[in-house]
Structure formats: structure tokens, C-alpha cells
């Protein structure tokens, strides 16, 4: 019970009020009540959270007996962003050009899936199903990808991408419908169909599967993209996994992120239906019809960026890499650590991505640390920065004596009673 | 304080705060407040909200640290650094929202916390029983221990309430606006069961903004304002009006200036024969025909359940009736949905503004869009007009003078009487035929409420039909040119608006009312 503490809900509503903020705090949904929460901490809280997960991840990296600041150093020369250094030529710059490429190879994807959850969030759903999401567009990306080889590149492009993003939005569709007409939550659903997506795609690739590449009977795989369906690459050459124009791609959904969320009718309905479903039927909204329409949209995200990985670098699927998939959730991560919000998701896509290409056997010194551990640490910080948006959430409740997430959606300003008369006036 | 101590009681008083101020950064919530209550005395405590009386109820159980001032109970100084503090000092209160667990019984409730047990730790349910029913006989609190919380009336889930803290022990008892979420007969039977505790001794701390219940039940009266007391006053002597002048610092009209309705047009509602089921699937209303003039306000009466919500809801679009008619102009609108009442000319003044009437974390911009959005006003093509938005909400909020954060500003940020007005702005600005008032003041300070009433006045002289639905007979009777009471989902008789309570009391609950005073209209 901090005394120092300006809390404008006390000054200006005559204290507590308990009724109210509870009344507050029951007409929230909880991803609702999450998200505002997330926003209003700013900017400042996420970079606190990312430098208390370096540190925890430093100490156990101390641990195991190496020096942290080497290792962080030598992740840091993985991930090629020193390139942006002027400093670093010749050679460096060479090798530094190609980790880049890396990062950003794995950023594109991760900022898709990270809307994929984003989105969601701001509807006030949770989507756990990215992973399912994820698979069921990779799966129809390297089919479409792999046959109807006598396509115009461009045509053949589009078109592997659409069907990914329909395939996505599709398996989100099914938890959006079974939530809107039979009340199934969607954490439930959505986590079922990622198992539902990644043993279907076993099946299909897996040897003797239907769609296992017949040229390598013994492996279990899909035929490989066609030449056609490739994402071209602009940075780098194209046999090294040179960086292709799936970052454009991503880019541009998140421009359309923002611009349905601010913008639209569409994102004003879906806000709404997030925050206060009971005030949005009231606003003659149709919240069901909202919850598919938002998964749809979801799903389509994820869909996108299994495109944008099987047609940009992949352009084959292992049905091991199916399994040992982590994308989904890393897109869990980017969009709490982005605050659900464009430019959020696109910084914390950029970390973690920077984090997989730095820790990655073929990009990370293995003098300094051994790359097969060093992986660990990308999902511990992964796990950290979950785990501390809700430890913030707590803190926040301490520093303001026990009053709970609610007045998170104060706006944080001081007393200032000059404001106040002035919008009075 | 210097008043003369209540007959009867005598020594020190059982509570007495002294000088407590308390800070919030640089703004003063409580600025140096006295406030005592003896044994066997009732001590209103009355004042706008963000008066500062929860502040200082907080402060008093342990909530809050006082930056200043002194606590005494029975004359000892003490601290009160947690609730558990409090309770072990013998203070109980009662919250305006229950805390209670709804799965459970009531006399688990009760005793939550504080089990009886028996020898290994067991729990004694028999003896906890018991000790529910000794105390409910003692202090006529009619419980059944056994029923669960969740199939009990509000009422009772109070009474729950008040048992929890008599149980742990409590003498000096805060009542935090126990009233307001009681129907008038609840609230009659909870000044029976105030006047029972003050009799057995215990000191009573009662909060509300309604001036007839303080009047009723207090035996003295604190009024806060802006944080300081302006002063404790015994109740001989003290009125409603000078009451309300001491709350908001200004001459108050209590009773709205409402000349007669001017001249009746067309028929704007029609409602026949109209039947809905609630949640349950239960008939609530029953049967019911209503009809709206323009230029009239017909006040919708009756005690909370009898179909009220459900009647509002299919008038609203909220809600699909099973069979009747409901008319607005020319237009059918009966099951048509939200959008379809709207565009027809219905707008809705929201029962409980936090749960519908408003979304919290939106701005004030967004929320005056919400019942409109879909118009060419504030969108094209899918696409929000934004500056259209923002300029609509910066005059309304000019107009209906809400104060507190301009078109930016979150909802969530506003004072109730602030958001109520922000609700009220909204669908008189979207210039309906009928306006749909659902307990329009509910939970405002007199300020606020005398503000929505003159509003309201206002469009029925614009010629809107205004169906105002309200369980406060004070509120019927300023307002209302016609009276309706609704029982049982079924219109029980018609009213002028110079009906006395007690008639209006019986036909509300069901009782038959004497013929001569029902209007011949």
C-alpha cells in the first residue's frame, strides 16, 4: 500500500468506490483485461522485461560454467547485427550479411504469428492455435507450392500464398464457429486442432504417406516447391538461404494489422467485442459473428507465415520439423512482448528471431558456448518474457496496494487538477 | 466534534477518528475529517461520490494509511494497519458488492475464515449452523444457513453480509450504500434490521446518497464534501433540502421543474400483448401492452424481477420475444435485433453503464460512436471516420458539461455521474423517437441525478415518447406524466403522477389497489 502512489481513480471517484472497479473488472473479459493491461505499461516495462530474462538467462549461462558476457557477445555476432555497425568490414561484414539474412528470415515468420496471437488478443481470445494454424498452411503451401508447376511465377506465388492463408484461417475458423455456436472456449479448441494439424501433416509426408516425395521413398518428406512458387530473393545469394521478400510481405501485414484494428469498422467491432462483449450486442453488433470473423483473420496470418517460411527458404516439409515446430508459441511471446500492438509485434519478432539465428549451430561460436545449449536459451527467454508479463501484472497490483488489473486502464496520468478544469470547461 | 452524546449511552464514543487526512500525491482525498459513533447510535455518513467517504471508510478498516490523524476505539487509540486489524477491533463492514462465495452456503459463509472446528481439525458444521441461526433470530435477519448464496435474493445475500460481520465479532458496523441494490420492500426490512443492532448496542456507520433513508435511520449525519466535513448535524431538524445544500454546496431542486406536459402527439411506442422468457426460460413478461405518446414520459414502475429487464430487452432488440407485437412509428420491430430498434428511432439509456452502457477502456470519442457507428456520420465503406468522431464527442461532452478528460480521455477514467452522462449524451444526440430510460440515476450523487432529470424533461418537450423504467418512487413521481406498474410481467394498474406511495406500494406488490386513486385518463 504505497502511499506515494497518484491514483486518480481514488481523487477523482472519492475513493475506492469498490463497487465500481469491480463492476469494472467483472465486465472485462480476461484476455480484455491482459491486453489493457499491456498497453498501458508502454514501453518502458517490455524493455525491463526483456533485460530481467537476459539476466535470468545469464545467470544459469554462469551456471554452467561459461562467462555470460562472451556468450551474449558472441549470440550478438550470430544474429549478423553488427552488420548495421559502420565500422565492421571486409570479411566480418561478409559473414555478418549472411547471420543477418538469417535474422531476418526468422523474423518474418515470427511477426506473422505473432499478429496470428495479436489479433486475437485485441478481440479478447485467446489464440493458443498458431502452431495448428501454422501447420495446416505449411501443409497446403508445399502442396500448392510443389504441383501446378507449369505456373507463371507470380500467379503460382500468389496463389500458394492465398491457399495457406485460407488453409490458416480455415483451422482457426473451426474454433471460431465452435465458440460462437456451442460456447467451446477457444483456448480448448485451438490447442486440440494444433494436435489435430500436426498429426495430419505426419500422415500426409510420412513414409508411404499421400503426399510423401516419391523420388526419396525413404525419407519422410513433401516433394520439394516448385521454382515457380519460390519467394525471390533480393539480399544475398539465393543458395546460401539469401533473405527473400517474405519480410515485405510480413511488413505489409502488419500495416494491414493496424489499419483494420484503428481504422476499420471491422477493428472498432472486434475491440469492442473484446473489451465488453455485453456493451457490443448493445451497440447492435453481432458478437458471435465477431469471434469467427476473427479467428478467420488469425488463422489467415499464420497461414501466411508458413508460406512465407516453406516458399521463401524451406521449400520442403520434414514431418519431424512438423513436430518439433515451436513457431506458435514463439508467436505467443511476440505478441505479449510486442503489447499486441504493430509496431510491438514487429521489435519483439526481431528479438526473438535475432535470438534463433544467434543461438543456431551453424551461426554460433561453439568455442565460446555450445550452440545445442545455447538453443535452450532462446525458449527459456521465451518462457521468461511469459512468465514476467505476469509477474509485472503483479507487481503493478503491489505497488498499487492490492487494487487490482482494472486500474491499469486508468490513464496513467498524475493528478493533474489544471487538465481537468480545462476539458470541464 | 462537539455534539451532545445520544441519550443512553454514555463514556467515550466506540469510534472516533480524529483529524485524518490522506493524501494521494499532491491531492487531498481526506483533509483533516473528524467523525465519531457511540454504541447504540446510527451515523450517517453522506456526500457526492469523490466526497471522500470511501476514502475515509478505507482508512478506517485498514485499506488505506492515513497521512494524518488519529484512530480511536473505546476511547483507545489504536492502528489499523489491515483489515484483520479491523475485524480484530471489532469493526465489520459491508461492502456495496457482496464478497461472498456464490457456490457455497450461507452459513459456510459466515463462518469462512473463522471455522468452528473440532477436535482433529475437523470442521463443525452442526455448531457453525447453529451459531448462524442463534444470530439470525437475535437480529431478525430471516436466512436459511442451508440455502446456497447463489439462489438467494440479493437481499438476503446482505444479510449474509451483516451476519459475517456480527460472527467475527463486529460492534461498530460500516454499511457501505447497503441500499443500493435493494428493492423497496429489502430496504424497508433492512431499516428494521439497523434499528434491532443500534437497540443491541452496536455503532452503525452508514453511508448513501439517498437523503429520505438517512433521514429515516440516522440519529446524526456527517456531509463531506471535496474531501472535508462540512458538517455533522443531529437528524431533529435537518430536511432533505438542507440536506442536499449542505452535499453540493448550492441550492438543489430536489423536484424537477416540470411544467405539465405540453400537448400529446402520435403513439411512438406501441407494445401488445407482448411475451418474453428470461434466461431461464421462464415467462417474465406476460402478456404485457404499453403504449408512448410524443410528448409524455410514462414511468414504468414496480419492484426489481417483475420483468422489467427483460420488457426493456425486447423493446431494445436485445432480446427475442415469443409472440406480441412492438411498434415504433410504423415500424415492426419485435425480434428484429439491436440494429433494426435503433434505426427504427429507439435509443436506450443503459441500465448498468459499465456492463453495456459503456465500454470502459474505450475513449469517450469511441464510446459516443458506439450506438452509431455503422452511420454515414462516423463511417463509409467500412472505414471509421475519425475526426468525425472525435469532433461529435468534443461538442457532446461540451454540452452535456462531462468533465473529468475530453474526446482522449478512457471512460474508465470518468466518475459515474460523468459516465452516466456521457451515456445520456449519446442516445439523446442520435435524435430518437422513443427514449428508453432504465434506471437512469442509479448510483448518482444528487448533482448528477438532478441533471439526467432535467434532460429528460427536456426531450419529452422535444416531442420524444420516454419510457422510464425505475424502482425509485421519488424519481416516478418527478418525472412521470403516466405510471404504469408492472407485476409479474403484466401491467397491474395506471397512475397519475400525484399517486401516494402507499398506493403505488401496494399495486407494486401485487396488492389491489383502491379504486379511487387510479386515473381515469
Known amino acids: 500500500m504505497s502511499s506515494g502512489i497518484p491514483d486518480r481513480d481514488i481523487i477523482e471517484e472519492g475513493g475506492a468506490e469498490p463497487g465500481e472497479e469491480e463492476a469494472l473488472e467483472a465486465s472485462l473479459t480476461s484476455p480484455a483485461r491482459l491486453t489493457a493491461y499491456l498497453r498501458r505499461g508502454g514501453v518502458t516495462v517490455p524493455i525491463l522485461t526483456t533485460l530481467i530474462a537476459f539476466l535470468v538467462a545469464g545467470i544459469v549461462v554462469l551456471l554452467t560454467g561459461h562467462d555470460p558476457l562472451s556468450t551474449y557477445s558472441a549470440i550478438f555476432k550470430g544474429t549478423g547485427l553488427n552488420w548495421l555497425f559502420p565500422w565492421v568490414s571486409g570479411a566480418e561484414r561478409t559473414t555478418a550479411a549472411l547471420e543477418l539474412q538469417q535474422t531476418l528470415i526468422q523474423t518474418t515468420a515470427l511477426i506473422l504469428v505473432g499478429l496470428a496471437v495479436a489479433f486475437a488478443f485485441r478481440a479478447g481470445l485467446f489464440n493458443i492455435g498458431g502452431q495448428g494454424q501454422y501447420t495446416m498452411g505449411a501443409i497446403v503451401a508445399v502442396w500448392v507450392g510443389s504441383s501446378l508447376s507449369g505456373l507463371p511465377a507470380f500467379i503460382h506465388i500468389v496463389l500458394a500464398i492465398a491457399l495457406a492463408a485460407l488453409a490458416g484461417a480455415a483451422w482457426a475458423g473451426i474454433a ?63 543458395a546460401l538461404q539469401g533473405l527473400d521478400i517474405g519480410i515485405f510481405i510480413a511488413l505489409a501485414c502488419v500495416v494491414v494489422f493496424a489499419i483494420i484494428i484503428n481504422r476499420t469498422r ?38 501466411v507465415a508458413a508460406a512465407m517460411d516453406i516458399l521463401g527458404w524451406k521449400f520442403s516439409l520434414f514431418t519431424n520439423d512438423i513436430q518439433l515446430s515451436q513457431i506458435g508459441f514463439l508467436g505467443i511471446a511476440v505478441a505479449l512482448l510486442g503489447r499486441n500492438t504493430a509496431g510491438g509485434v514487429v521489435a519483439a519478432a526481431l528479438l526473438f528471431g535475432a535470438l534463433l539465428t544467434g543461438t543456431s549451430q551453424r551461426n554460433l561460436d561453439p568455442t565460446v558456448f555450445d550452440p545445442n545449449l545455447a538453443q535452450y536459451l532462446t525458449f527459456m527467454i521465451q518462457g521468461l518474457v511469459v512468465l514476467l508479463v505476469s509477474t509485472d501484472v503483479i507487481a503493478l497490483r503491489v505497488l498499487r ?17 489544471t487538465s481537468t478544469e480545462e476539458s470541464a470547461t | 466534534m462537539t455534539s451532545s ?18 493524501r494521494f500525491g499532491s491531492v487531498v482525498a481526506n483533509d483533516r475529517v473528524d467523525f465519531d459513533v457511540r454504541a447504540g447510535e446510527v451515523h450517517a455518513l453522506l456526500g457526492e461520490n469523490g466526497a471522500g467517504k470511501s476514502t475515509l471508510m478505507s482508512v478506517l478498516y485498514g485499506l488505506y494509511k492515513p497521512t494524518e490523524g488519529e484512530i480511536f476505539v473505546d476511547g483507545r487509540q489504536v492502528e489499523v494497519d489491515s483489515p484483520a486489524t479491523a475485524i480484530k477491533l471489532g469493526i465489520g463492514m459491508v461492502h456495496q458488492h457482496f464478497m461472498l462465495v456464490p457456490v457455497m452456503t450461507v452459513a459456510e459463509n459466515i463462518v469462512l475464515g473463522q471455522e468452528p472446528k473440532r477436535a482433529g481439525g475437523m470442521l463443525d458444521f452442526a455448531g ?40 467475527r465479532g463486529a460492534r461498530i458496523l460500516v454499511l457501505d450504500e447497503p441500499s443500493a441494490v435493494l428493492t423497496a420492500q429489502e430496504v424497508t426490512e433492512l431499516m428494521g434490521v439497523i434499528q434491532r443492532l443500534k437497540e443491541d448496542g452496536a455503532a452503525i456507520v452508514f453511508i448513501s446518497h439517498k437523503l429520505h433513508e438517512v433521514l429515516e435511520v440516522a440519529d446524526r449525519i456527517t456531509v463531506l464534501r471535496r474531501g472535508k466535513r462540512v458538517d455533522t448535524v443531529p437528524r431533529e431538524g435537518a430536511t432533505e433540502r438542507s440536506l442536499a445544500q449542505l452535499v453540493v454546496g448550492r441550492d438543489v431542486l430536489l423536484a424537477v421543474d416540470k411544467p405539465a406536459s405540453k400537448k400529446l402527439g402520435d403513439t411512438l411506442l406501441e407494445v401488445q400483448e407482448l411475451h418474453v ?74 441500465e448498468d453503464r459499465h456492463r453495456r452502457g459503456l ?55 470518468l466518475s459515474g455521474g460523468n459516465q452516466q452522462k456521457v451515456c445520456v449524451a449519446r442516445e439523446i444526440a442520435s435524435d430518437p423517437k422513443v427514449l428508453i430510460a432504465h434506471q437512469p440515476t442509479r448510483g448518482l450523487d444528487v448533482g448528477a441525478i438532478e441533471f439526467v432529470h432535467r434532460r429528460l424533461v427536456e426531450e419529452r418537450d422535444k ?59
Open chain 2, 277 to 350: 422468457r428470461d434466461d431461464r426460460e421462464l415467462p417474465a413478461v406476460d402478456g404485457l401492452s404499453l403504449s408512448v405518446r410524443a410528448g409524455e414520459i410514462v414511468a414504468l414502475a414496480g419492484v426489481e424481477g417483475n420483468g422489467q429487464q427483460e420488457l426493456v430487452e425486447a423493446i431494445t432488440g436485445l432480446r427475442i420475444p415469443e409472440s406480441g407485437t412492438i411498434t415504433v412509428g410504423e415500424r415492426q420491430i419485435a425480434g428484429a435485433g439491436v440494429r433494426a430498434a435503433t434505426e427504427a428511432g429507439i435509443a436506450h439509456i443503459a
Open chain 2, 463 to 521: 416531442g420524444r415518447a420516454v419510457l422510464l423504467v425505475s424502482l425509485e418512487y421519488e424519481e416516478v413521481r418527478a418525472l412521470a406524466d403516466r405510471i404504469l406498474v408492472i407485476y409479474e410481467g403484466q401491467i397491474a394498474g395506471e397512475f397519475g403522477p400525484d399517486v401516494t406511495e402507499e398506493t403505488l406500494g401496494i399495486a407494486m406488490t401485487g396488492g389491489q389497489a383502491s379504486p379511487d386513486a387510479a386515473v381515469t385518463a
Open chain 2, 359 to 413: 465500454v470502459l477502456p474505450f475513449t469517450l470519442t469511441e464510446n459516443i460512436a458506439l450506438r452509431e457507428y455503422r452511420r454515414p456520420l462516423f463511417s463509409a465503406r467500412g472505414w471509421l471516420r475519425l475526426r468525425r468522431m472525435r469532433d461529435r464527442a468534443g461538442r457532446l461532452l461540451r454540452e452535456f458539461d462531462v468533465r473529468g478528460g475530453g474526446p482522449e480521455a478512457f471512460a474508465a477514467a
Open chain 2, 128 to 167: 457453525a449452523r447453529a451459531r448462524v441461526r442463534e444470530l439470525s433470530d437475535r437480529y431478525g435477519l430471516a436466512v436459511n444457513p442451508d440455502a446456497v448464496i447463489e439462489d438467494v435474493t440479493v437481499g438476503a445475500q446482505q444479510r449474509v453480509e451483516i451476519l459475517r460481520a456480527l460472527y
Open chain 1, 176 to 238: 471460431g464457429i465452435l465458440k460462437a455456436v456451442a460456447g467451446v472456449h477457444e483456448v480448448i479448441s485451438t490447442i486440440m486442432l494444433n494436435w489435430v494439424a500436426i498429426w495430419l501433416g505426419v500422415y500426409l509426408f510420412q513414409l508411404g504417406g499421400p503426399l510423401q516425395d516419391p523420388s526419396q521413398s525413404s525419407v519422410p518428406v513433401s516433394k520439394t516447391v516448385a521454382a515457380s512458387a519460390k519467394l525471390p530473393v533480393f539480399w544475398g545469394p539465393a
Open chain 2, 5 to 22: 452524546p445520544v441519550p443512553g449511552s454514555s463514556g467515550a464514543p466506540a469510534l472516533e477518528l480524529k483529524g485524518i487526512t490522506k
Open chain 1, 401 to 417: 496496494g492490492g487494487r487490482g488489473i482494472a486500474v491499469g486502464l486508468r490513464r496513467p496520468r498524475g493528478p493533474k487538477p
Open chain 1, 266 to 303: 471491422l477493428g472498432y467491432e472486434i475491440r469492442a467485442v473484446g473489451f465488453n462483449p455485453d456493451a457490443a450486442s448493445y451497440a447492435g453488433m453481432n458478437v458471435r459473428r465477431n469471434y469467427v470473423r476473427v479467428m478467420l483473420i488469425c488463422g489467415a496470418f499464420a497461414g
